[in-house]
């Protein structure tokens, strides 16, 4: 496994993205926080073998969360947090696309 694919963690599959991808030819994916947009842009290439225009990217920090546990007649609390994370929606030149459903029977 080289280096560039690490990047790309997966894709985000949701109605808004999928809208994105059949109507402007972009398409979501969840990538490494510490990785550029070169960076980004080198592994989509390489990984699905296509042309990229543009990269946008966005930073989300993780949220505190509290939890509840009932266990045996006594009430736990504890805090948690979610882990922050980067997405990436990158632009594809006229032409290419990416099958990020592994084709159709």
Known sequence: MSIKSS???RPILSEKGT??????NKYVFQ??????????KGAIEEKFN????KVAT?????????????????VLR????????KKAIVTLEEGFSID????EA
């Open 7 to 9: 990047i790309i963690l």
């Open 19 to 24: 809208m994105l991808s059949e109507a402007l």
């Open 31 to 40: 990538v490494e926080k510490q990785c550029n947009k070169l960076e980004i």
């Open 50 to 53: 296509v042309k990229i225009k």
């Open 58 to 74: 966005m930073n989300f920090k993780g949220k505190n969360k509290n939890m509840t546990i009932k266990s045996n007649g006594h």
């Open 78 to 85: 504890t805090r948690g947090n979610r882990s922050s994370w």
């Open 100 to 103: 990020l459903l592994g084709g």
